[in-house]
């Protein structure tokens, strides 16, 4: 994720197999979203696919998978790593949010 939101030559769309709980903190909406959530939805329209059980793989994993769609939003800014690393525009302000928060609850 953090290569198809960093780079410079970003995919119209990607279609990815990740593990469920993964694909759900993507997709999350607020106040349930985390930064890597609003990193990828700053570059991206994102959707749940399907579901793909565990049992369906062989050797089966320990947790179930499920497709991560994603469209380029071509938003004007985006908040990939580089940016996140230098604090740029909306970047510092998400940033700062998560960095509050994870003080507040410590």
């Avoid at 709980?21 to 991206?44: D, F, G, H, K």
């Avoid at 062989?58 to 938003?75: A, E, G, I, R, W």
């Amino acid at each position: 994720l953090r290569v198809l939101s960093d780079t410079s030559h970003k995919p119209d769309a990607a279609v990815l197999l990740m593990q469920k709980e993964v694909t759900e903190r993507v997709c999350a909406t607020p106040p349930n979203m985390s930064i890597l959530s609003v990193a990828v939805q700053t570059s991206y329209t994102v959707s749940q696919g399907e579901l793909v059980p565990a049992a369906l793989f062989t050797p089966p994993p320990k947790v179930d998978s499920k497709v991560l769609v994603m469209q380029q939003n071509n938003s004007p800014g985006s908040c990939g790593r580089n940016r996140l690393a230098t604090g740029q525009g909306k970047c510092l302000f998400v940033v700062a949010i998560f960095q509050q928060n994870q003080f507040a609850m410590g």
